[in-house]
């Protein structure tokens, strides 16, 4: 792993005066790193910096044995914030890019005030993963101490976690949410808060293990939380009732699990993942079918639990319509939807089976199913927009639901 000093060139450099070290000097003396990064002006009215940098970059590899690169930005105004940064920031990508597993120190002491105001912003920020270090003017510096420091920009730091954790908590992405909480809680200097940051890190996480379906995870994560955050009981008690309602059936699920599984499309698609979005979507309007079908004509979805009778009859009608059962004796979405339409006349249900099953066609196409063929925000809104009517015709409170989106949105993360 290399060390690396990033640094802007000023006008001390490289001697403050006759005899005495810049800053930068001073910095790669106490420092030592294997390469310095230097950063200049090369605008045609700023032809001395040019030379200040050209002899700070010999001094460096004559007397330090390090490697110096030049890098000449066009920046005729010292002073321009907007300019510094735009052109800091394009550097600090390539430095990601580049030295992503080597140690970056970044001397903030040369260059205008503006360029360590840039410097700082980047780094608090994390676009720049370095350490700031600053150099003491030399008749500041006490006998015998060092005059080179390191800057603790803890404060900006964590202003900037945070900032990233809500912004990640507002579009759903509870995972990216949790870890930098989790940075929030190990970068603060304050106990209070590490705590709060720690459990709202766990918060976080159980919604993500909700997301992916992890159930018994989330609600392990959910109880920690419960101290600091009064809905993580709300959430943890409906989760137990999930928990409990899979558990108990394995064919046909109750209007908890679809209310649910609907709340999770939503947030599909929130994302911006509309295949996955759609996929939850008829997912959820299968299981629908199979309620439907108990719940109004007394058919299982597995026909093994079916009276004998009435089973030979379904099975004949499914026959003769080469509709076939899996293996286990459970029904496909294909059979149930004749089930009800054809075998028991059930009329309330054709508009629903009519509007989804061009969209069942989509989503087998799509890359999350049997093909690679892109869904787009229109059909996904369109199948969750259809999809809830139905859900409101079953009996789902879906405004209500503790993870309903509008309901996560108007929780606060704060520390």
Not at 83 to 93: D, E, K, P, V
């Amino acid at each position: 792993m290399a060390r690396l000093l990033i640094s802007a060139v000023g006008n001390r450099d490289p001697y403050a005066s006759a005899g005495v070290d810049g800053p930068i000097l001073t910095t790669v003396t106490h420092l030592q790193p294997d390469e310095v990064h230097l950063l200049f002006s090369a605008s045609p009215n700023r032809s001395s910096m040019v030379r200040e940098a050209r002899e700070t970059q010999e001094v460096i590899e004559k007397q330090h044995r390090a490697t110096a690169f030049l890098h000449p930005l066009d920046l005729p105004d010292p002073t321009d914030y907007d300019a510094i940064l735009g052109a800091f920031r394009q550097f600090a990508s390539q430095i990601r890019e580049k030295h992503h597993d080597d140690e970056i120190m970044v001397a903030i002491s040369s260059g205008t005030p503006a360029m360590q105001g840039c410097w700082l912003l980047l780094i608090s920020q994390r676009e720049l993963p370095g350490l700031p270090f600053y150099t003491s003017d030399p008749q500041f510096v006490e006998e015998g101490k060092i005059p080179v420091r390191g800057v603790s920009i803890g404060f900006l730091q964590e202003d900037a976690l945070l900032k990233i954790s809500k912004q990640h908590y507002q579009n759903f992405h509870f995972y990216s949410a949790s870890r930098a909480l989790k940075n929030l809680s190990q970068a603060s200097p304050d106990a209070d808060r590490r705590q709060r940051a720690e459990i709202l890190s766990r918060y976080c996480e159980a919604l993500a293990l909700w997301d992916d379906y992890r159930l018994k995870e989330a609600k392990g994560k959910l109880r920690e939380a419960e101290r600091w955050f009064p809905t993580a009981r709300v959430k943890r008690e409906v989760l137990e009732q999930l928990v409990s309602d899979q558990k108990r059936s394995t064919t046909e699920e109750s209007i908890l699990i679809f209310t649910d599984l609907f709340h999770n499309a939503e947030r599909c698609f929130r994302r911006g993942q509309y295949a996955d979005a759609l996929a939850r979507t008829m997912r959820t309007y299968e299981g629908v079918l199979k309620w439907w079908l108990r719940n109004h004509h007394g058919v299982p979805g597995n026909l093994n639990e079916l009276e004998i009778g009435k089973r030979e009859k379904i099975k004949k009608f499914l026959d003769k319509r080469s509709l076939r059962l899996d293996p286990r004796g459970h029904l496909m979405r294909h059979a149930v939807e004749r089930l009800l339409l054809e075998f028991f006349g059930d009329k309330s249900i054709e508009s629903w089976i009519q509007k989804l099953d061009p969209l069942a066609e989509l989503r087998n196409s799509s890359i999350v199913a049997h093909g690679t063929q892109e869904v787009a925000k229109a059909k996904a809104a369109e199948g969750l927009a259809i999809l809830k009517e139905l859900l409101v015709e079953c009996g789902c409170n879906l405004d209500e639901y503790p993870m309903a989106s509008e309901k996560l949105l108007s929780e606060s993360i704060s520390i």
